[in-house]
Each structure stands twice: as structure tokens, then as C-alpha cells.
């Protein structure tokens, strides 16, 4: 059965139209259902005013027992809460049809939103899209980004290096034809992996410059924690 009667989804698309397509209102007051589900509810009932042809939406609820909507819902849950990974896992439902079984099943677990990202996480997934080791939609995955938010990331913290193929846009669509030439693909793997020893041989000179001048603050008096930027003139000499 569907979950909703039709005359609760007739009484909550007449008041989304009271209330000028104000989802929140609407669930503010009937304590139901998801801003989505009323969405899809209003543009039924446009259709039945425009074609005069009852809606069949509650129907498809029918169409999958209760086991599988548990299913669904519970492997959302425990892999990542990304509708597009159960979907394609279990081979169903549509993303509308996930997200009002787990605001049934699982209410205020459903994804909404995600903060931003950490700098760290940022650039371990640009290091690992450079060297090679996966491409920017296996890592936009993983972060739960789009894949065009990875490549900015790389063009930011990397540059646009000309010649160098670390820096390369990779191409926008992810179905172009690959390399197939051994000794072109190997090129790129030996460049892709010399940039990376450069960074990280970069990152790691710049935290023993750090140290080091941490360390020198320390050596002409100053505070543990100094900044060795503010060392006066007469410090600096002692230092040299």
C-alpha cells in the first residue's frame, strides 16, 4: 500500500498552493511529507488539471514489498548515505522513491547537505588524482562531491603548469576514448610521478624550514612558539 492515502496527498498539495508553493509550511502543519515527495505530489496534480487523467503515483509504492524497501533504506545507511551507490547496488528505486522510504523508515537520517571539505582531505585527493592512483570521479565519490569540484581543487593547489601533464584539465567527459600507447601512457606515469616527488619533497623542505626557524627563535631568547618572522634586526645578526 501507499504510504499516504490520496486524500492526505489532495490535502497537502491544497495547502502548498494555499501557502504560495511553500513546502515548509505545509509540513510545518501536517508534519508531513518530505519537501521532495510534496514537489512530485504538486506536479502530479498539475498534470491531472492539465490531461483530466487520474495520477497512479501511490501505485509504484505496491510495486516493492516491504523487505526490499528495509533494504534499500538500510544498505543507504551503512554505505556512505549516497543514494547514487544503492541505487546502483540494488538495481532500484528512483532517488525520489529512496528518499521518502528513508524519511519513513529512518526519519532525519537521510542526507540533506554536507559541510566543507578539510584542506587536508583536499589535498590528499588531488595528490591521489595526480599520481595516478584514481580519477577525479573515483575521488569526488569518496568525499561525496562532484568530480568538477576535484578537478578545481587540482587546478588551484597544483597550478597550470604548461607541458607538465600533472597540471592537464583531465578531459570533461568521462567516457573519451583512453590512451592506448604503451610508451605514451608510460610517459605520463613517470611525469605524473615526478610531480608528485616534487610536492611532497616541497612540502616536506617547507617544514624543516619551519622547524629550523622555530628552532632559531628559540636560540636568541624568544618565547617557545615565537613567530620567527618578528625577530629584530639585532637577533638576526646573532642568528648569522
Not at 139 to 154: H, I, M, P, Q
Amino acid at each position: 500500500m501507499a504510504r499516504y492515502s490520496k486524500e492526505q496527498r489532495r490535502r497537502a498539495v491544497e495547502l502548498y498552493v494555499r501557502y504560495e508553493c511553500c513546502a515548509a509550511d505545509v509540513i510545518r502543519e501536517l508534519g508531513y511529507p518530505s519537501r521532495e515527495a510534496l514537489r512530485m505530489w504538486h506536479h502530479d496534480w498539475l498534470e491531472e488539471q492539465r490531461t483530466g487523467v487520474p495520477s497512479s503515483r501511490g501505485e509504484r509504492y505496491a510495486r516493492y514489498t516491504a523487505e526490499q524497501k528495509r533494504a534499500a533504506v538500510d544498505h543507504y545507511l551503512t554505505h556512505g548515505r549516497r543514494a547514487s551507490r544503492t541505487i546502483r547496488r540494488l538495481g532500484y528505486p528512483s532517488k525520489t522513491l529512496l528518499a521518502a522510504w528513508i524519511d519513513e523508515l529512518a526519519p532525519g537520517e537521510r542526507r540533506l547537505c554536507h559541510g566543507p571539505i578539510p584542506e587536508e582531505l583536499k589535498r590528499e585527493a588531488v595528490l591521489r588524482v595526480a599520481s595516478g592512483e584514481m580519477r577525479s570521479r573515483q575521488a569526488a565519490e569518496e568525499l561525496g562531491v562532484d568530480s568538477s569540484v576535484v578537478r578545481n581543487w587540482k587546478r588551484q593547489l597544483l597550478g597550470e603548469t604548461k607541458g607538465a601533464a600533472v597540471a592537464k584539465d583531465e578531459p570533461e567527459r568521462e567516457d573519451a576514448a583512453p590512451q592506448t600507447d604503451p610508451d605514451a601512457l608510460r610517459g605520463e606515469i613517470a611525469a605524473l610521478n615526478a610531480d608528485l616527488k616534487r610536492l611532497r619533497a616541497e612540502y616536506r623542505a617547507m617544514e624543516i624550514r619551519l622547524a629550523i626557524m622555530k628552532g632559531s627563535a628559540e636560540l636568541v631568547g624568544k618565547e617557545p612558539g615565537a613567530d620567527p618572522d618578528n625577530l629584530t634586526s639585532r637577533e638576526k645578526t646573532i642568528l648569522i
